[in-house]
């Protein structure tokens, strides 16, 4: 598996790897662009709903 190591902290894993990514990175699940731009215009409010830091 590869392993990435991201230079933020969005969360508690100092590590993951590009399948857990796929699996789990709200902005990797978006089907589309249009998804992907709202997540990212909305972010606050997504990490507020779903309880992330």
């Known amino acids: 598996a590869t392993r990435v190591f991201p230079g933020h902290d969005y969360g508690s894993a ?3 790897t ?3 990514e796929k699996q789990s990175n709200p902005f990797l699940l978006q ?3 249009e998804s992907f ?3 990212k215009e ?3 409010e ?3 709903r779903h309880a992330i830091a």
């Open 18 to 20: 590009i399948s857990g």
């Open 46 to 48: 997504y990490k507020r």
């Open 31 to 33: 089907p589309d662009l």
């Open 42 to 44: 909305n972010w606050a």
């Open 37 to 39: 731009i709202h997540l």
């Open 14 to 16: 100092p590590q993951s």
